[in-house]
């Protein structure tokens, strides 16, 4: 099969969208499918080929929305090489930029699209309204998202039942919705890869003691993340235990604000923030951690809480339906409701390394069910639906292609 990814995130840019679209390519070209990507360059305002013109890179402008470039929706150098694809089917990742330009040429090409929706777009508003007209631009973000997701789409791609309740209950959508929770390349992360003196070796680099019970956090320091949360239970939980540390991975528009709020409560010894780390080097921080926490509940599923589980580690996250179908509460993790409750269970965990290790285990038994490979299996079944009973005969738009529909129907050959 030929698989056009279209997408506003690809690495070097390094976000949950485009680790996961990285590790879709890989395990579909491991089944011996071809995957060509279509999404934006974002060092200059020029088209890039890469990979013998199997990756273009399309010109993007800035918007002031962490690194993201917006890119023009109909780039004509791109076209005439998507063309030479013979695509059978589209799979795009985003609504705008890049995504609208997967659904001009889906239509142009007549070629099915496949729409994977990834972000919770009406709990970003406010980075672009800075706080005025709410309501309003959520419900443009509603309108925009159902004509992207229900008019547009072939097939719909959800990660977890709390955005298909969302497309459901909330939005009416009535097209085909299947759940795939977001794989991830497990073995990536496993505790094996990582030897024990190299793993203390790293923590003495950082910073911390050989007995350093480390909390970790890895995500965009955004205000939606609910990092000041993890900040200020730091306080209190340092306070009692002096050998809890916590170290917080990524980049974002609230960093500094951040990095003032740990002064403020004077837990510089305590949090150590390390900013923006290269996707090949994230496992080996999994590898020293004992635990991992979340308290955003704006995710549509937590790719980071999944690596953690394969990295054997035991997450402590706020309940959300984000989490639920992946966390089993006392199992391989802890889903905490309210400040008292994380406390008890990081402290818990603290406490009690027995315990500690055997939810470590559970945890990697749970992720091993997110792997890439079952992943790209549930995602071909959708492109196979998608392409319909003609499977992956030869297009309409092709010679050969039109010519068997015309004897199919029985209607005399046209040229036009």
């Given at each position: 099969?030929?698989?056009?990814?279209?997408?506003d995130?690809?690495?070097p840019?390094?976000?949950?969208?485009?680790?996961?679209?990285?590790m879709?390519?890989?395990?579909?070209e491991?089944?011996?499918?071809?995957?060509?990507?279509?999404?934006?360059?974002?060092?200059?305002?020029?088209?890039?080929?890469?990979?013998?013109?199997?990756?273009?890179?399309?010109?993007?402008?800035?918007?002031?929305?962490?690194?993201?470039?917006?890119?023009?929706i109909?780039?004509?150098?791109a076209?005439?090489?998507?063309?030479?694809?013979?695509?059978?089917?589209?799979?795009?990742?985003t609504e705008?930029?890049?995504?609208?330009?997967?659904?001009?040429?889906?239509?142009?090409?007549?070629?099915?699209?496949?729409?994977?929706?990834?972000?919770?777009?009406e709990?970003y508003?406010?980075?672009?309204?800075?706080?005025?007209?709410?309501?309003?631009?959520?419900?443009?973000?509603?309108?925009l998202?159902?004509f992207y997701?229900?008019?547009?789409?072939?097939?719909?791609?959800?990660p977890?039942?709390?955005t298909?309740?969302?497309?459901?209950?909330k939005?009416?959508?009535?097209?085909?919705?299947?759940?795939?929770?977001?794989?991830?390349?497990?073995?990536?992360?496993y505790?094996?890869?990582?030897?024990?003196e190299?793993?203390?070796?790293?923590?003495?680099?950082?910073?911390?003691?050989?007995?350093?019970?480390?909390?970790?956090?890895?995500?965009?320091?955004?205000?939606?993340?609910?990092v000041?949360?993890?900040i200020?239970m730091?306080k209190?939980i340092?306070?009692?235990?002096p050998?809890a540390?916590?170290?917080?991975?990524g980049d974002?528009?609230?960093?500094?604000?951040?990095?003032?709020?740990?002064?403020?409560?004077?837990?510089?010894?305590?949090?150590?923030?390390?900013?923006?780390i290269?996707?090949?080097?994230?496992?080996k921080?999994?590898?020293l951690?004992?635990?991992f926490?979340?308290?955003?509940?704006?995710?549509?599923?937590?790719?980071?809480?999944?690596?953690?589980?394969?990295?054997?580690?035991?997450?402590?996250a706020?309940?959300?339906?984000?989490?639920?179908?992946?966390i089993?509460?006392?199992?391989?993790?802890?889903?905490?409701?309210?400040?008292?409750?994380?406390?008890?269970f990081?402290?818990?965990?603290i406490?009690?390394?027995?315990?500690?290790?055997?939810?470590?285990?559970?945890?990697r038994i749970?992720?091993?069910?997110?792997?890439?490979k079952?992943?790209?299996?549930?995602?071909?079944?959708?492109?196979?639906?998608a392409?319909?009973?003609?499977?992956?005969?030869?297009k309409?738009?092709t010679?050969?292609?039109r010519?068997?529909?015309?004897?199919k129907?029985?209607l005399?050959?046209?040229?036009?």
């Amino acid at each position: 099969m030929r698989i056009g990814i279209f997408t506003d995130t690809y690495p070097p840019y390094i976000n949950g969208v485009s680790t996961s679209i990285v590790m879709l390519q890989r395990a579909l070209e491991k089944k011996g499918h071809e995957v060509f990507i279509v999404t934006v360059n974002a060092d200059t305002m020029s088209y890039k080929y890469e990979n013998e013109d199997k990756v273009i890179r399309i010109p993007g402008i800035p918007i002031g929305i962490f690194d993201y470039r917006l890119t023009g929706i109909y780039p004509l150098r791109a076209i005439e090489k998507i063309r030479k694809w013979n695509l059978d089917v589209i799979h795009s990742h985003t609504e705008f930029g890049v995504g609208t330009f997967a659904r001009i040429i889906a239509k142009q090409f007549d070629i099915p699209i496949v729409h994977t929706y990834h972000t919770m777009y009406e709990d970003y508003v406010h980075y672009i309204t800075k706080g005025y007209f709410n309501g309003t631009s959520k419900k443009i973000v509603e309108y925009l998202t159902k004509f992207y997701c229900d008019k547009t789409a072939t097939e719909l791609i959800v990660p977890t039942k709390k955005t298909y309740d969302l497309f459901k209950q909330k939005y009416h959508v009535e097209r085909n919705i299947h759940i795939i929770p977001t794989g991830i390349e497990v073995e990536r992360f496993y505790i094996e890869n990582y030897k024990k003196e190299k793993t203390d070796a790293l923590k003495k680099s950082l910073g911390f003691d050989k007995e350093d019970f480390i909390i970790l956090f890895v995500g965009r320091m955004g205000k939606e993340k609910s990092v000041d949360f993890l900040i200020e239970m730091q306080k209190d939980i340092y306070k009692k235990n002096p050998n809890a540390k916590m170290l917080m991975i990524g980049d974002g528009p609230y960093l500094e604000n951040f990095k003032k709020l740990t002064s403020k409560l004077k837990l510089d010894n305590a949090i150590k923030f390390l900013g923006k780390i290269p996707w090949d080097d994230i496992p080996k921080y999994y590898a020293l951690a004992d635990t991992f926490v979340t308290a955003s509940k704006t995710e549509t599923q937590g790719l980071t809480v999944i690596e953690a589980m394969a990295a054997s580690i035991p997450v402590v996250a706020i309940e959300d339906e984000s989490f639920s179908s992946v966390i089993v509460d006392d199992l391989n993790g802890r889903i905490f409701k309210n400040k008292r409750q994380y406390k008890t269970f990081i402290e818990e965990l603290i406490q009690d390394p027995a315990k500690r290790l055997k939810m470590g285990k559970q945890a990697r038994i749970s992720a091993e069910t997110h792997s890439s490979k079952y992943f790209a299996e549930q995602v071909l079944d959708v492109y196979k639906k998608a392409l319909g009973e003609e499977g992956l005969q030869p297009k309409p738009q092709t010679f050969l292609g039109r010519l068997k529909a015309q004897i199919k129907k029985g209607l005399p050959w046209k040229t036009k």
